[in-house]
């Protein structure tokens, strides 16, 4: 069986997801916007205490909320990212573009990315898996991830809403498909888990979509 634990980080309230197979705790940490050192406790403790095993840093994309907490993972359990191929220019240019969209100045402690992921792909955690679902639309190189009773979606769905495509590479028209074509057409029972804000269900998000 394999469950989740969300986290809320940084000053854009981004969530950060720790999922893990019950079985032999080999653990996933997806999306590692934890920015404060509080924020970081908070994980590690967590982590410590269920006595997990972290074994893959998994994004949804690069935006920078998303990826504060990547060095920091490469620190403290030798991990290094894992992202879609066209999610490596965003990644390189998340200091530019905190400066030219946001008027925020960042230095961003950005480990190598380890491999890319592929559409399709299977990232196995112990007994169970995750699978990649390549969704653009929001980031050229946004997916998500499924797993047997949820999906993380990052910014590409959120509850009632989707993620912006107004930031270098989105694409709101291909968003709109990406939820529509991959996202809505899953089982209605799935929970969908958003890059921010409440989580939601598949059955209750086709209400806006069809």
Same mark, same amino acid.
């Given at each position: 069986?394999?469950?989740?634990?969300?986290?809320?980080?940084?000053?854009?309230?981004?969530?950060?997801?720790?999922?893990?197979?019950?079985?032999?705790?080999?653990?996933?940490?997806?999306?590692?916007?934890?920015?404060?050192?509080?924020?970081?406790?908070d994980?590690?403790?967590?982590?410590?205490?269920?006595?997990?095993?972290?074994?893959?840093?998994?994004?949804?994309?690069?935006?920078?909320?998303?990826?504060?907490?990547?060095?920091w993972?490469?620190?403290?359990?030798g991990?290094?990212?894992?992202?879609?191929?066209?999610?490596?220019?965003?990644?390189?240019?998340?200091?530019?573009m905190?400066?030219?969209?946001?008027?925020?100045?960042?230095?961003?402690?950005?480990?190598?990315?380890?491999?890319?992921?592929?559409?399709?792909? /299977?990232? @196995? *955690?112990?007994?169970?898996?995750?699978?990649?679902?390549?969704? !653009? #639309? +929001?980031? $050229?190189?946004?997916?998500?991830?499924l797993?047997?009773?949820?999906?993380?979606?990052?910014?590409?769905?959120?509850?009632?809403?989707?993620?912006?495509?107004?930031?270098?590479?989105?694409?709101?028209?291909?968003?709109?498909?990406?939820? /529509?074509? @991959? *996202?809505?057409?899953?089982r209605?029972?799935?929970?969908?888990? !958003? #890059? +921010?804000? $409440?989580?939601?269900?598949?059955?209750?998000?086709?209400?806006?979509?069809?």
């Amino acid at each position: 069986m394999i469950k989740y634990r969300r986290f809320v980080c940084n000053p854009l309230e981004e969530n950060t997801y720790v999922v893990w197979d019950e079985a032999s705790r080999e653990t996933a940490i997806v999306d590692c916007g934890a920015f404060t050192n509080g924020e970081k406790n908070d994980i590690a403790s967590f982590i410590e205490e269920e006595h997990l095993h972290p074994t893959l840093a998994l994004q949804t994309h690069m935006h920078f909320d998303h990826l504060f907490g990547l060095g920091w993972l490469k620190k403290k359990y030798g991990i290094r990212p894992m992202c879609h191929e066209l999610e490596q220019k965003n990644y390189d240019m998340q200091e530019i573009m905190a400066s030219d969209m946001f008027g925020v100045k960042l230095t961003l402690d950005r480990p190598g990315i380890l491999r890319y992921i592929k559409d399709g792909e /299977k990232m @196995r *955690l112990g007994e169970s898996e995750l699978t990649v679902i390549h969704t !653009p #639309g +929001h980031s $050229p190189g946004g997916v998500c991830y499924l797993a047997d009773t949820f999906l993380l979606s990052g910014d590409t769905l959120f509850a009632g809403s989707c993620g912006r495509a107004d930031l270098p590479g989105g694409n709101m028209q291909n968003e709109i498909r990406s939820i /529509k074509e @991959r *996202l809505i057409t899953l089982r209605e029972d799935i929970t969908v888990l !958003p #890059g +921010h804000g $409440p989580e939601t269900t598949i059955a209750r998000e086709k209400r806006y979509w069809i």
